[in-house]
């Protein structure tokens, strides 16, 4: 497929310039960085080390190849033929404009240019630029690998198609641009995370709650309704039959009560400030910040994969995003068709053991293989064509026998990668053979004997031409090949 971005530019190389660049590098974009800081190759390295670990775990999908990463000496150097660059320097409005002009009079002028502030307005950061219809703000979220919201914000002289490109762009790296209307200091994310602050720094002032009492009632509670429905939806749901009006007669009187005191801040004295920040460390124990991170990353990773399978499968708020952005990945595999080698079995997925797969004796689960199977199952049909859109016609491939030999073992963050090697096909039936493999040597831990029969309206029938002319070469070219250890065996029978 036609890649909206070729090269991006990352000017700042911190945690978000850092999350940026791991985003684009792992969706297939090629990114130059460039900061001065003695120790920004080593922090954004860590970034990515910690990116690619959740990128294993996100999807099974088939990633692009993974694009090149470079640093420039020179900011001039970083931005030439980018087409989208990315500004995530300190919060300074002087030097934000300094750069944003800087980057102005060396980029093409068709590039786009989008900020990571978190509460500058874009108009302010336009001033003296040449071509400011391209300037915006992107505003992400922390990590920016994972967490796919972008805030787009554009200021007086944003033009309109700028702001439609960048969502397209944003869509490409599995990202949802979402447009603020009206051009207001801080945006709307956070405004609303900044009420809950100051709210929760009185508490903490007042000695009504700690910070880990405050992080506990937030994440035993309503912070697990947030992370799939928001707020307004959220109570909706608590106002019952009657939905948000009910909700609102019931409990907007309580809005005027002196409950809170978001119109006041405590002021951040040393004592306070230390009270804080003991507890914060307390809560945290031994972890350190990468500790930390990576718990984060396995947790959001967990949260976004459960989104994916809601709704009966077509996904719900961040999970039906990724689920798009795999279908867009899958669909720009199939492209590349041509370019795989039928030589040997097909390599289709690359994954890592996760936490989630684990058992008791901490290896992974029965069940973890048949997904792993499955998946490359999966990933076999769609490269023939039976996607979504031809499942919609009645047509599909149902697996109608499976025998699965369990080999060797694979425990918490082992690489793993499966093949596919089709045995035999006709018109109406498809004989597979997978293997799964460890990714640090290569040795077979399962093997997986499938065989599929070709449904339309859940009776047995031909698939397509469109769909055996995409199979039978596979098959042809596999025919050649040394028949598997292993297949055809039946459960219990000695080697």
């Known amino acids: 497929?036609?890649?909206?971005?070729?090269?991006?530019?990352?000017?700042?190389?911190?945690?978000?310039?850092?999350?940026?660049?791991?985003?684009?590098?792992?969706?297939?974009?090629?990114?130059?960085?460039?900061?001065?800081?003695?120790?920004?190759?080593?922090?954004?390295?860590?970034?990515?080390?910690?990116?690619?670990?959740?990128?294993?775990?996100?999807?099974?999908a088939p990633l692009p190849?993974?694009?090149?990463?470079?640093?420039?000496?020179?900011?001039?150097e970083a931005v030439a033929d980018a087409d989208w660059i990315q500004e995530?320097?300190?919060?300074?409005?002087?030097?934000?404009?300094?750069?944003h002009q800087q980057i102005d009079a060396a980029a093409r002028p068709d590039a786009l240019i989008g900020s990571s502030t978190s509460g500058l307005l874009p108009s302010d950061m336009q001033a003296g630029l040449r071509h400011p219809e391209r300037m915006f703000v992107a505003h992400p979220f922390n990590p920016v690998y994972l967490l796919p919201l972008v805030e787009l914000v554009g200021?007086?002289?944003?033009?309109?198609?700028?702001?439609?490109?960048?969502?397209?762009?944003?869509?490409?790296?599995?990202?949802?641009?979402?447009?603020?209307?009206?051009?207001?200091?801080?945006?709307?994310?956070?405004?609303?995370?900044?009420?809950?602050?100051?709210e929760?720094?009185?508490?903490?002032?007042?000695?009504?709650?700690?910070?880990?009492?405050?992080?506990?009632?937030?994440?035993?509670?309503?912070?697990?309704?947030?992370?799939?429905?928001?707020?307004?939806?959220?109570?909706?749901?608590?106002?019952?039959?009657?939905?948000?009006?009910?909700?609102?007669?019931?409990?907007?009187?309580?809005?005027?009560?002196?409950?809170?005191?978001?119109?006041?801040?405590p002021e951040l004295t040393e004592e306070l400030i230390e009270t804080i920040a003991s507890q914060c460390d307390a809560c945290s124990g031994e972890l350190t910040v990468r500790d930390l991170e990576r718990l984060r990353d396995d947790n959001l990773v967990a949260i976004l994969q459960a989104l994916k399978g809601g709704d009966n499968g077509r996904g719900w708020g961040a999970g039906k995003l990724l689920k798009e952005f795999e279908d867009w990945l899958w669909a720009d595999r199939d492209e590349r068709a041509g370019d795989l080698d039928l030589s040997g079995p097909l390599r289709l997925i690359e994954t890592t053991v996760n936490p989630a797969w684990l058992d008791y004796n901490g290896h992974m689960t029965e069940f973890r293989y048949l997904q792993v199977l499955g998946e490359t199952t999966d990933a076999l049909l769609h490269l023939i064509g039976v996607d979504m859109d031809y499942v919609g016609t009645g047509g599909s491939y149902y697996t109608v026998e499976t025998h699965i030999r369990h080999l060797g073992e694979a425990r918490l963050g082992a690489p793993l990668y499966a093949?596919?090697?089709?045995?035999?096909?006709?018109?109406?039936?498809?004989?597979?053979?997978?293997?799964?493999?460890?990714?640090?040597?290569?040795?077979?831990?399962?093997?997986?004997?499938?065989?599929?029969?070709?449904?339309?309206?859940?009776?047995?029938?031909?698939?397509?031409?469109?769909?055996?002319?995409?199979?039978?070469?596979?098959?042809?070219?596999?025919?050649?090949?040394?028949?598997?250890?292993?297949?055809?065996?039946?459960?219990?029978?000695?080697?």
Request: aromatic fraction near 6%; include cysteine.
């Open 1 to 60: 497929m036609t890649r909206l971005v070729r090269k991006a530019a990352c000017i700042g190389g911190g945690v978000i310039g850092g999350g940026w660049a791991a985003r684009f590098v792992l969706s297939g974009h090629d990114v130059t960085i460039y900061d001065p800081h003695e120790e920004a190759q080593r922090k954004v390295g860590e970034v990515l080390v910690n990116a690619e670990r959740a990128y294993a775990k996100l999807t099974m």
């Open 65 to 76: 190849k993974r694009g090149r990463l470079n640093f420039a000496k020179t900011l001039e």
């Open 200 to 265: 929760a720094l009185w508490l903490v002032k007042d000695g009504v709650a700690t910070t880990g009492e405050i992080d506990d009632i937030m994440r035993y509670s309503f912070g697990l309704r947030w992370a799939q429905m928001g707020l307004f939806q959220t109570f909706q749901i608590a106002g019952g039959e009657a939905g948000m009006r009910h909700f609102l007669h019931q409990f907007g009187p309580a809005l005027h009560w002196p409950w809170t005191k978001l119109t006041d801040v």
């Open 88 to 99: 995530s320097v300190p919060e300074r409005l002087d030097l934000k404009q300094k750069v």
């Open 419 to 495: 093949t596919c090697q089709v045995l035999s096909a006709d018109e109406k039936r498809l004989h597979l053979f997978h293997r799964i493999h460890k990714g640090d040597g290569d040795a077979v831990i399962a093997t997986g004997e499938h065989l599929l029969l070709h449904v339309e309206a859940g009776r047995a029938a031909p698939a397509t031409a469109s769909i055996l002319d995409k199979l039978m070469p596979i098959a042809e070219a596999h025919a050649r090949l040394d028949r598997p250890e292993g297949a055809g065996r039946r459960v219990g029978e000695r080697r």
């Open 155 to 198: 200021g007086a002289a944003t033009s309109t198609q700028a702001l439609d490109r960048a969502k397209a762009d944003l869509a490409e790296i599995g990202m949802k641009g979402v447009a603020i209307e009206h051009e207001i200091e801080a945006f709307v994310a956070d405004r609303l995370m900044e009420a809950l602050w100051r």
